[in-house]
Antibody
Framework: EVQLVESGGGLVQPGRSLRLSCAAS????????MHWVRQRPGKGLEWVSG????????GYADSVKDRFTISRDNAKNSLFLEMNRLTTEDTAFYYC???????????????WGQGTLVTVSS | SFELTQPPSVSVSPGQTATITCSGD??????VSWYQQRSGQSPVLVIY???NRPSGIPGRFSGFNSGYTATLTISGAQAVDEADYYC?????????FGGGTKLTVL
């Protein structure tokens, strides 16, 4: 069974940084691309970033480009999201999501974690 | 920019057919996926590549993409199907979600 467990969320002040982690199990982690998708409280889904199986390609939503960095450690079955210069607009649940393929775009999001809440507030 | 438009809400009586639409001007060139999100839970993939069901998804869920509008159909809707539903497609290298449709079964 695929398991994706996010951690690292919490309360942070505007302009500060936060690092999210996702521990993956139940599948061959380095065979698949991975993503972060966020959901502001009471709102819809927004794709944030994706990364290839071997970190050879990454993509970002315009709203986070140049502020967020996605990375992975295949040896530790882990996915990360480094978030810098946070604003109140970044307040959301952040989901770790498994891709159906090994390339980070043009596939489906076939397994989702439970999410971790990031609150940006002074 | 590429946008996917869904109706905010759809209501259906138990046992009847629910239809949720997703419109966008580039659907002819891309696959559409559908995700179900029950209250307080994480999203679940229910349809991929326009019309395919992942294992474990009941046969009452089906999808279709006409090139102009994608449709999620739930035949014989049950109370357990009450949820928010999101369509999703790729615009080149950006994943785009529709705004979501709240399905009420009553």
């Amino acid at each position: 069974e695929v398991q994706l467990v996010e951690s690292g969320g919490g309360l942070v002040q505007p302009g500060r940084s936060l690092r999210l982690s996702c521990a993956a199990s139940g599948f061959t982690f380095d065979d698949y691309a991975m993503h972060w998708v966020r959901q502001r409280p009471g709102k819809g889904l927004e794709w944030v970033s994706g990364i290839n199986w071997n970190s050879g390609g990454v993509g970002y939503a315009d709203s986070v480009k140049d502020r967020f960095t996605i990375s992975r450690d295949n040896a530790k079955n882990s996915l990360f999201l480094e978030m810098n210069r946070l604003t109140t607009e970044d307040t959301a649940f952040y989901y770790c999501v498994k891709d159906a393929g090994n390339n980070w775009y043009n596939e489906d999001f076939d397994s989702w974690g439970q999410g971790t809440l990031v609150t940006v507030s002074s | 920019s590429f946008e996917l438009t869904q109706p905010p809400s759809v209501s259906v009586s138990p046992g009847q057919t629910a239809t949720i639409t997703c419109s966008g001007d580039k659907l002819a060139n891309t696959y559409v996926s559908w995700y179900q999100q029950r209250s307080g839970q994480s999203p679940v993939l229910v349809i991929y590549q326009n019309a395919n069901r992942p294992s474990g998804i009941p046969g009452r869920f089906s999808g279709f993409n006409s090139g102009y509008t994608a449709t999620l159909t739930i035949s014989g809707a049950q109370a357990v199907d009450e949820a928010d539903y999101y369509c999703q497609a790729w615009d080149s290298t950006t994943a785009v979600f529709g705004g979501g449709t709240k399905l009420t079964v009553l």
